[in-house]
C-alpha cells in the first residue's frame, strides 16, 4: 500500500482557470505531497526552458484508451521476444529516460529525486523490458493514484523496447480496474499507438472518475 506523504504547504489554482495556457502554476516545490496534489488536480510538473518549476495542466491532454492500444504485427513479435518485469529497477527506467543524448530530454537532478523518492513511498512505478541476457534495455515509468495512470517518460535501447512496455502496462492497467491512462501530449509516435486528445474539461471529468477507483491490485 503506497504511504501517503505529509500534505503540501501550497494551493494550486484551478486548471479550469488557465485559459489557453498549459502552464498553470510557477514555482512550489517537488516534495511527494506536492506532486500528488498536483496530479490528483490534474497537473504535473516539467521546468521551463530558463530553468523555473511548472505545473502543466495542456489545454489538449493526450490520453491512451485502455482498449485502444495498437499493437501491430511486428510489435507482437517483439512483445513474444523481450520479457518484461514491473518496478525491478525504477532507477534504471528514469536514468535511462533521462539520458541527455536524447532529443528533448527534460528530466533535471531535482525531478529524478522526487519521483525516485514517489517510488520508495509507493506511488511511482517502472516497467522494465529486458533482452534474453535479462539487460534493461527499453521501460517507462509514472505514478499511480486510483484508476489512474500518469505516464511521465519511456525509453528505448533496442527496437520496439518502450513500446513492449507500453503494452505491458496496459495489461496491467486493464487487469486490475484502472480507467485512466495519461499520457501528456500527443507525440506521432503515441499517436501510432492508439494516443487520442481530448480536452482539459473532459480529461478533468475522467480524472475525477479514476480517482474515486481503487488501485490495481499489484500496487495497493
Request: hydrophobic share 40%; net charge negative; glycine share 10%.
Amino acid at each position: 500500500m503506497p504511504i501517503e506523504p505529509p500534505p503540501t504547504r501550497w494551493m494550486f489554482p484551478d486548471p479550469r482557470d488557465a485559459g489557453s495556457d498549459d502552464v498553470v502554476a510557477l514555482g512550489a516545490d517537488l516534495e511527494p505531497g506536492t506532486i500528488l496534489e498536483a496530479y490528483r488536480a490534474g497537473m504535473f510538473p516539467m521546468h521551463l526552458p530558463d530553468g523555473r518549476l511548472a505545473w502543466w495542466s495542456p489545454l489538449h491532454r493526450g490520453v491512451i484508451p485502455l482498449d485502444g492500444l495498437r499493437i501491430s504485427r511486428s510489435l507482437r513479435r517483439s512483445v513474444r521476444r523481450l520479457p518484461t518485469t514491473v518496478d525491478t529497477d525504477f532507477e534504471g527506467v528514469i536514468d535511462g529516460c533521462a539520458d541527455r543524448s536524447r532529443d528533448g530530454g527534460w528530466i533535471t537532478a531535482d525531478i529524478r529525486a522526487a519521483y525516485v523518492e514517489l517510488h520508495r513511498l509507493g506511488w511511482a512505478h517502472s516497467v522494465e523490458t529486458r533482452d534474453d541476457e535479462g539487460n534493461l534495455v527499453g521501460g517507462l515509468y509514472g505514478v499511480a493514484i486510483g484508476g489512474a495512470f500518469f505516464g511521465e517518460s519511456m525509453f528505448h535501447r533496442v527496437s520496439d523496447a518502450s513500446k513492449v512496455a507500453l503494452v505491458r502496462l496496459v495489461s496491467e492497467l486493464r487487469d486490475g480496474g484502472a480507467v485512466l491512462l495519461d499520457v501528456q501530449w500527443v507525440t506521432r509516435h503515441l499517436a501510432s499507438l492508439g494516443a487520442v486528445e481530448i480536452g482539459r474539461d473532459e480529461y478533468l471529468r475522467r480524472l475525477a472518475a479514476a480517482l474515486e477507483r481503487p488501485l490495481p491490485p499489484r500496487w495497493r
